[in-house]
């Protein structure tokens, strides 16, 4: 009696990938059974990060950066932050990766390989601000359940695609199509085939936009295993869980998408603020769009020493969801006068920007360095803590950094 199955060729090879070398007996591995090499891995060499990136959960993998990693222009695959809700499919096959754009709204159901995408469709590379509508979560009191991130769940690479746009013109948009939902190969912690992890999606207007990509390249090359390969939605400025992962289906839909973590209280904040720890019903709740204005000083790192009377040299990045950046200053009085940073424009829309300050501080001790935005509303940042809301999601207070000056 044949019961005990080797495990899957592709499988092996995957974790052979993630493990870095060949497994030598690998072929005679029972089925069910993984290398104790995957059961207790290093993340930072499982998915090539910086060790200084910190792991807020590992069942699923949730890692963020740190601000001072976030320095680059362009954020390297080392320091982007990792955010899954379900188990990381084992088997990604680009060869064989087909995208099928359904629904209610479209006007003839149609099935792309990876090679129609990229051959009939003109292709774009933006740079594109995505965060966690939870980064920033664990300030929040009382306490938000969920990843306690604190303010590493950003990041702005550049990617390459098409847009989604484009491709839902091919198989056609039906007059009373109004959102979109992402369906990804992705699997529930269950393990139950039937659930998905994640199912979002946005309006007809921000699926239509020319930022909006169905990328396969990230910063030049294939989008790493555990940021979306082969295929990634790509929606910047809008809670990342817009931006779904490893997506194989799009479905126009006549009707807000209901996927899973669109309904109860994923992804969404009270439609009228409430009070720190109050309840707020279901309906109550209103779907989170575009992202708030939010900025990092990613340099220097907090707990910096400065020699006296040498001028401070301070950088980072600003971000405004589906706005712009007008305006970026820096307060060493805990925030009781602001000045001007020199802010440089996006690369592109949805891209985050570029902020220097030189800073003289007039005496040895301790100061706090704090940097607001203000985005193209008149908007800016809170140097407090923003609305409560039960899931702890779009905290976006300035940020700030310590130093002293010796
Ligand atoms: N298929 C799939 N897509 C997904 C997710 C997921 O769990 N599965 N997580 C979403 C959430 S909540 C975030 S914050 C981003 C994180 O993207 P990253 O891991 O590439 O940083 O992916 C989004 N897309
Ligand atoms: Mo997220």
Redesign the pocket.
Known sequence: MERRKFIKQAALSSFATLIGTEIVFGSKLLDGYEPLAMQNPDPFTLFSKDKGMVVLNDKPWNIEATAHLLDDKVTPNSS???????KVPEELDASTWTLTIDGESVSTKKTYTLADLKSKFQQHTYQLA?E?GGNGRKEFDPPAKGNQWGVG?I?CASWTGVRLRDVLKDAGIKDDAVYIGFH?V?VHLSGDPEKE??SRGCPMSKALQDETILAFKMNGKNIPK???YPLRLVAGGWP??V?????NRISIRNKVHDGTKMNGKAYRVPCKPIAPGDKVKDEDMCIIESMPVKSLITYPKSGAMLKKGKTLKIRGHAWAGELEVAKMEYSIDFGSTWNACTLEKPVNRLAWQHFTSEIELPKTGYYEVWARATDSNGVAQPMILPGWNPKGYLNNACHRIALKVT
């Open positions: 982007m932050f990792i955010r899954n809700n379900g995505i966690c769940a990041h990804a992705d992890p994640i555990i940021h979306g990342a869980s931006s779904g992962k490893w997506i």
